[in-house]
C-alpha cells in the first residue's frame, strides 16, 4: 500500500534560518504529493502540491520539488519566521483520492 | 467563501454511547472525506461520500457510518464508543473526488470518550 515517511520532529530553527523537513513516499503509478500546515487547534491547511514528476509547488515562500527518481518530496523555506511555528504534513493520492499522510513534523522557530 | 464547517467543535461522550458529526463541504465541492487524527499522529483515512455514496472506506470497523445529504453536506456516525476512539475528527471537501485535487479540511470536531 501506498505509504509517508517524514523526518521526526521537532525541528527547532532560530528566525532567518533555512529550513528542510524531508519527505519519501511508497506508493504505485503516479501519485499527486501535497504538504498541510496543521496550526494549534485548527484543522489542516493545504501549504502546496505537486501532480506530476518534477513538479515544483511553492506557496508563501515554502517549495517542494516531486523527484520520482528518489521518491521524495522535501519541503524548504530560505528563511522562517516564528509565525512558521506548526505541525507539517506531507501526504500523497494514488488512484484513489484519499489522502495518505505522514506522522507530521513539529517545528519551533524562535527568537 | 465559506470554508469547509463542521459541528461541533467539542463533544465528551462515555463508552458504549453513540456520536453525530457533521460537515458542511466548501462553496461548490460535492466531495467529502472524513479522517480521524489520534494525538500526535497524522490523520488517517476513514471514508469518503461522493454523490450520497460511500466511494472509498479505510480500515475502520462498521462501527463507523456515514452519509451524504443531497446538498453534499455530510454526517460521521459513531456507534458503540470505545475509549480508543477519542481523537480529533476532520472532514474535508473536494471536487469531483478527483486524486489530484487538493482537499480543504474543517478545523475538526475534538471527541474525548470517558
Known amino acids: 500500500g501506498n505509504s509517508v515517511t517524514q523526518m521526526e520532529g521537532p525541528v527547532t530553527l532560530s528566525e532567518e534560518a533555512f529550513l528542510t523537513i524531508n519527505c519519501t513516499y511508497t506508493?504505485?503509478?503516479?501519485?499527486?504529493l501535497f504538504w498541510y500546515v496543521q496550526y494549534p487547534g485548527e484543522g489542516l491547511q493545504l501549504l502546496l502540491k505537486?501532480?506530476?514528476?518534477?513538479d515544483k509547488g511553492s506557496n508563501k515562500g515554502f517549495e517542494a520539488t516531486y523527484r520520482k527518481e528518489t521518491t521524495s518530496f522535501h519541503l524548504e523555506k530560505g528563511s522562517v519566521q516564528v509565525s512558521d511555528s506548526a505541525v507539517y504534513f506531507c501526504?500523497?493520492?494514488?488512484?484513489?483520492?484519499?489522502?495518505?499522510f505522514g506522522t507530521g513534523t513539529r517545528l519551533q522557530v524562535t527568537l | 467563501d465559506a470554508g469547509v464547517t463542521q459541528s461541533p467543535t467539542h463533544l465528551i461522550k462515555t463508552r458504549g454511547q453513540q456520536v453525530t458529526l457533521r460537515c458542511s463541504p466548501k462553496?461548490?465541492?460535492?466531495?467529502v472525506s472524513w479522517y480521524q487524527q489520534a494525538l500526535g499522529q497524522g490523520p488517517q483515512f476513514i471514508f469518503q461520500?461522493?454523490?450520497?455514496?460511500?466511494?472509498q472506506r479505510g480500515n475502520f470497523p462498521d462501527r463507523f457510518s456515514g452519509h451524504q445529504f443531497p446538498n453534499y453536506s455530510s454526517e460521521l456516525n459513531v456507534n458503540a464508543l470505545l475509549l480508543g476512539d477519542s481523537a480529533l475528527y476532520l472532514c474535508?471537501?473536494?471536487?469531483?473526488?478527483?486524486?489530484?485535487?487538493?482537499?480543504?479540511f474543517g478545523d475538526g470536531t475534538r471527541l474525548s470518550i470517558l
Open positions: 474535508a471537501s473536494s471536487l469531483g473526488g478527483l486524486f489530484n485535487q487538493p482537499q480543504h
Open positions: 506508493a504505485t503509478g503516479y501519485p499527486s
Open positions: 505537486a501532480t506530476k514528476a518534477d
Open positions: 501526504a500523497l493520492t494514488g488512484t484513489a483520492s484519499k489522502l495518505t
Open positions: 462553496s461548490g465541492h460535492d466531495t
Open positions: 461520500y461522493y454523490e450520497e455514496e460511500e466511494r
